[in-house]
Every structure is written in structure tokens, then in C-alpha cells.
């Protein structure tokens, strides 16, 4: 049974950190893509970053480039949002994502991933 269990969300201030971390089992070899969204109230999922299975190279959207870092620890197998400086715009639910056998529609393309973690909010306070 494949499971992506999120943590590490929460409140706090502008300029603080995250880490957000997703617990991955029972994906198979044929995961090629491993990628983070979120959602805030009322708007689109969006994407935040992606990786191929070799963790190279590392897409980030503009809005989080220079301070929100993916990392994966394949010995774990957990994914790792590591989110600095952060904005109230940021205030999202966040969640993991894998892509598994699926056409690729795109790094940043929500169909791509058929694999999806229940989210972690995060609420950035100003």
C-alpha cells in the first residue's frame, strides 16, 4: 500500500523556518518524480518544486527560489521541505507528491503525480 504522510507544518512568524517532512512507503522503482504543492484557501494547487528520482537537477518556482530547499534521504525514504524566510503569502496547505508510472505532463503539472500525502498546513503570521 503506497502511503506519503506529511509533518512538520505550523504557525509562525514572517522570516521564520519549516521543515516539512514526507514519509514515503510502498513506492516502487518505477517512481520517477518526486514534487511539492500547496494550496491556500480559495486558490489553484500550486506547484513549489520538483526532482527526478536522481535528485538532479531541482526545479523551484520563482515565488520560493533562494529559500525553500527539497531534499530526500533515500535510506528514509522521506522527502524534506526545508523553507526559510518565510512570507504570509506562503500560508498554504502543503503537500507531497509522486509520480509513478504516469505520462509526464510536466514537472510542475499536478497530473503528472498520481501519489499525494493528506498535507500539513503552514500559516505565516505578518
Known amino acids: 500500500q503506497v502511503q506519503l504522510v506529511e509533518s512538520g507544518g505550523g504557525s509562525v512568524q514572517a522570516g521564520g523556518s519549516l521543515r516539512l517532512s514526507c514519509a514515503e512507503s510502498?513506492?516502487?522503482?518505477?517512481?520517477?518524480?518526486r514534487a511539492w504543492f500547496r494550496q491556500a484557501p480559495g486558490n489553484k494547487r500550486e506547484w513549489v518544486t520538483a526532482?527526478?528520482?536522481?535528485?538532479?537537477?531541482?526545479e523551484y518556482a520563482a515565488s520560493v527560489k533562494g529559500r525553500f530547499t527539497m531534499s530526500r534521504n533515500n535510506t528514509e525514504n522521506t522527502l524534506y521541505l526545508e523553507m526559510n524566510t518565510l512570507k504570509p503569502e506562503d500560508t498554504a496547505i502543503y503537500y507531497c507528491?509522486?509520480?509513478?508510472?504516469?505520462?509526464?505532463?510536466?514537472?510542475?503539472?499536478?497530473?503528472?503525480?498520481?501519489?499525494w500525502g493528506q498535507g500539513t498546513q503552514v500559516t505565516v503570521s505578518s
Open positions: 526532482t527526478n528520482k536522481w535528485g538532479i537537477p531541482t
Open positions: 510502498g513506492l516502487s522503482t518505477s517512481c520517477y518524480r
Open positions: 507528491a509522486a509520480a509513478c508510472g504516469t505520462p509526464y505532463s510536466g514537472f510542475d503539472a499536478p497530473e503528472t503525480y498520481n501519489y
